[in-house]
């Protein structure tokens, strides 16, 4: 049972997690009608601090745009609402977590008399694919399932409906003793993980799948290369990366808000490397949370 938190905001109040409920004929609900995002707050050296929370925000309104859904608070509001469930939950660390979603009208798959529902929820999470995860890496196949092409669903943005695709094949990969998914795109080529972007190292230059992949377009992806950037690496940030080039790679490495930066150690029973932490994966990882310790990065925090 789940136990993080003892309020959540919904809708402009803050209510008991026991009251934080929704109708069983919630649009959302039955057509996967939502957006959401997910986004860290550190406890840094500078107090508590939400890593890239104005990239998120804007992210959350992006993914908002092409459903049409009208969040009804100001990007201000929700900050405010935030850093108040942050310091009344007294967390020093957690997971945040925006929804917005169309609640109930008439279950018509047009929701166009359907209230938008926003809310905002607080957690103590730690590390996604477990602690050891960052330091030996991850066991990863390749899934069966390919991802949506982005002429099927924004594949860009974060809506829920998108989220059985990324079910699917992590739970595949689960079931066959692995840690984690890759999924290819419709292509054939690598699009990410589950829930990650994901990055490859090859003769000392490093290689992600662009967003004509049919990917997310990751805030941990653009922190990765922005660090990798100022460490002096060639980033291809636009890559095509085939399936026998993940076998062949010097080094992989997941990243994202939950799974942060994560080695990934072999893919479908394929050592990687030396079958451990590659080193340019340990330098961009120490320099991933160097930044998250200080907190002294200022563009890249809101501090609580
Ligand atoms: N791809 C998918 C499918 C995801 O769900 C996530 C997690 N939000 C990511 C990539 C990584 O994105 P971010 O770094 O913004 O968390």
Redesign the pocket.
Known sequence: MFEGTDRIWMDGEFVDFEDAQTHVLTHALHYGTGVFE?VRCYDTEQGPAIFRWEEHLDRLYKSAKPYDLDIEFSKDELTEATTELIETEGFESCYIRPIVYYGFDSLGVSPKDCPTKTTIAAWPWGAYLGEEALEEGVDVMVSSWRKHASSQIPTNI?TTGLYVN?MLAGEEARRNGYTEAIVLNKEGNVA??????IFMVRDGEIYTPGLAES??E????NTAITLAEEMGYTVHEEATISRGELYTADELFF????AEVTPIRSVDDNEIGEGTKGPVTDELQSAFFDVIESGDREEWFHYV
């Open positions: 997910g974060k990324s990410e993980g589950p829930g990650e972007n990917i997310l990751g805030i941990t992806r990243t994202g808000t939950a």
